[in-house]
């Protein structure tokens, strides 16, 4: 047996696996541990940027939300300001039909005094016309005298 070559084969084989195993588990150890550092640094560097994802997406939202806000406020703004916009305009244009309203009675109202004025001028006219023709045509010097007392008798009622 301490002649057969396959026996020293095997013994060298087991003394060459005891010299070279602890330095090759060392080895396959700082490897595996060097491996596990690396992978716990990804590890880490992804929670990392997961938190700041988190963060930027928690900013975003507030930012959303106080953007929704204001922009609430100000369509709320807008549509009380088309509303109060809208009542003075309604104001304006009832301020302005009753102004052009009262400016056409009023045109009203002249004319109608211009038009009573005409006719009692003309019905003067008229009257004085007529009043000539009859006194001219059938009134003697006893009538004319009789006529004019009684215009002067009834002076102070007319001018009361």
Known sequence: MLSDPKF????SFVLFVIVAWKPLVMRLAKALDARG?????????????RAEAE???KRAEAA??????EAAALLMHAKDEA???GEQARADLDAALKRRER?????????????????RAAAADVAVAAARDLI????????????????IADIPQKLH
């Open 8 to 11: 020293w084969v095997g013994v």
């Open 37 to 49: 550092e690396k992978i716990r640094a990804e590890i880490e560097e992804a929670r990392r940027l």
């Open 55 to 57: 963060a930027m997406l």
């Open 64 to 69: 959303r939300a106080e953007a929704e806000a």
């Open 83 to 85: 509303t109060r916009i």
């Open 103 to 119: 400016m056409a009675l009023d045109r009203i109202a002249a004319a109608e005094v211009e038009a009573s004025a005409a006719v």
């Open 136 to 151: 001219a045509k059938g009134l003697t010097q006893d009538g004319h005298a009789a006529l004019v007392d009684a215009a």
